[in-house]
Each structure stands twice: as structure tokens, then as C-alpha cells.
């Protein structure tokens, strides 16, 4: 969306690819297996080998995780700096529940002014805000907005702006309820 230059991925992203990979690749292994009954005549050729040891390599991944855990993990990496300081238009944690999705994109509008102050300022956890936009953008533009406003839905800048702490306090606590769904 932005013309910006993009920093590489830190662990939280890189994690969240290679666990999607892993649970892609365990989905190849059990179509393999299914299709060729013969487990043992499997074993004879090289490409049956080939399947049987990367299917045992390949680690489980947690069942049912929710899509924001990565960011949560980010968010928890950069809400200890010293270097943001910035006042931020922030969502109430405990806003109605058809307007989940509304405050949970006014939260990532908001960590996008956080990168650019970052950029700014070249402060230290800059690439850590990045990530927590990029998943966040991603994200939503996989699955587009699926509920309507609703008439007790407000609007981004409706809401208080509230200091860096506390703006990162409210995010944590609107990801965690919605992880709970």
C-alpha cells in the first residue's frame, strides 16, 4: 500500500511463514500416504523415502492458533522502548462485539503512524512496529472486512489519544479477547 522500502522480517513473521510451510508440507505428506496404501512398498523407492523423512521431520504445529499471535508477540517486544513517543487515537479494550474487527483496524491505522515515527526518528524497534503493520495489513487484506458498521461503532478518530503505553496496553488486551473466539 505504502511506497516504503521493507525491512526484513524478524523472528515473529519468519515463524508465522515457516509454521504455515510445515502445516502445507504435513498436508503433501498425509495426500502421499493416503494415495499409496502400500506403506511398505513406499519405503522400496526414492521418492517414497524422500516423503517418509520429511514427513517425520516436519514438527506438529499448534492446532487452532490465532491469527494475531504473532503480532501480540511483537507488540510485547516493543511496548518496554523509550524511544516512541507519540499520541495515538486508541480503541477502548472492551468495545461491543460487532465492532471487533472495526477497533482491531484502527489499531493497526494507528501502528502504521508508529512506523513513520520510527522511520523519523531511527529509533531501535523499528523493524518490531513493521512487522506488527505488515502482519496486521496482510491480514485484512486476505479477508476482507466482513462486517458492517454498525451505529455504535466509532470511528478511528473518535476515540482518545492516549500516550504510546497505553495505546500498546488496549491493543494487547483487544487481541487477546479476540483470540478467545
Request: net charge neutral; with cysteine.
Amino acid at each position: 500500500m505504502l511506497g516504503m522500502a521493507r525491512p526484513a522480517q524478524s523472528s515473529a513473521g519468519a515463524l508465522s511463514r515457516l509454521q504455515s510451510q510445515k502445516t502445507h508440507l504435513k498436508s503433501i505428506c498425509l495426500q502421499y500416504l493416503l494415495l499409496n496404501s502400500h506403506c511398505f512398498c513406499l519405503l522400496k523407492n526414492g521418492m517414497g523415502l524422500i516423503i517418509f523423512f520429511l514427513c517425520a521431520y516436519v514438527p506438529k504445529t499448534e492446532a487452532g492458533q490465532c491469527k494475531w499471535e504473532v503480532v501480540l508477540k511483537d507488540l510485547q517486544t516493543i511496548k518496554t522502548s523509550k524511544d516512541i513517543d507519540v499520541s495515538l487515537y486508541t480503541a477502548n479494550a472492551d468495545e461491543d462485539e460487532e465492532c471487533q474487527e472495526l477497533v482491531m483496524r484502527c489499531f493497526f491505522l494507528e501502528t502504521e503512524v508508529i512506523f513513520q515515527e520510527c522511520r523519523i526518528k531511527n529509533c531501535s524497534k523499528t523493524q518490531d512496529v513493521w512487522n506488527i503493520w505488515k502482519n496486521g495489513n496482510d491480514s485484512f487484506e486476505k479477508n476482507k472486512l466482513a462486517s458492517t458498521k454498525s451505529e455504535k461503532c466509532k470511528e478511528c478518530e473518535e476515540y482518545e489519544e492516549k500516550n504510546f503505553t497505553e495505546f500498546v496496553q488496549n491493543f494487547e488486551k483487544v487481541i487477546q479477547r479476540y483470540c478467545k473466539h
